[in-house]
Nanobody
Framework: QVQPVESGGGLVQAGGSLRLSCAVPRVIFSLNSMGWYRQAPGKQRELVATITGPGSTNYADSVKGRFTISRDNAKRTVYLQMNSLKPEDTAVYYC??????????WGQGTQVTVSS
């Protein structure tokens, strides 16, 4: 069973930045497309960004131009650099495979709170 481990969340003021990390053990990581998701209180989980094995990226309109997804295949880690954070970015952030792939076991996520 594969369960990603997310880290890097915290409390930040609006306009600030955070960098999230997600380690994915026990898979041939370079062959897996990965995505970052978030779930705000009372809302459904939404896909924020995806990255393929070779590094092609895609973003939700709400984060385009502010967030950057990247990966280090040697470290089996995917990152999410979040700049110009807004209060509406407050959520628990998770990483997993994109929706068109069989999901790994969901991790605990990492809490991001943006104060106004």
């Amino acid at each position: 069973q594969v369960q990603p481990v997310e880290s890097g969340g915290g409390l930040v003021q609006a306009g600030g930045s955070l960098r999230l990390s997600c380690a994915v053990p026990r898979v041939i990581f370079s062959l897996n497309s990965m995505g970052w998701y978030r779930q705000a209180p009372g809302k459904q989980r939404e896909l924020v960004a995806t990255i393929t094995g070779p590094g092609s990226t895609n973003y939700a309109d709400s984060v385009k131009g502010r967030f950057t997804i990247s990966r280090d295949n040697a470290k089996r880690t995917v990152y999410l650099q979040m700049n110009s954070l807004k209060p509406e970015d407050t959520a628990v952030y998770y990483c997993n495979r994109p929706p068109d792939r069989q999901a790994f076991i969901w991790g605990q996520g990492t809490q991001v709170t943006v104060s106004s």
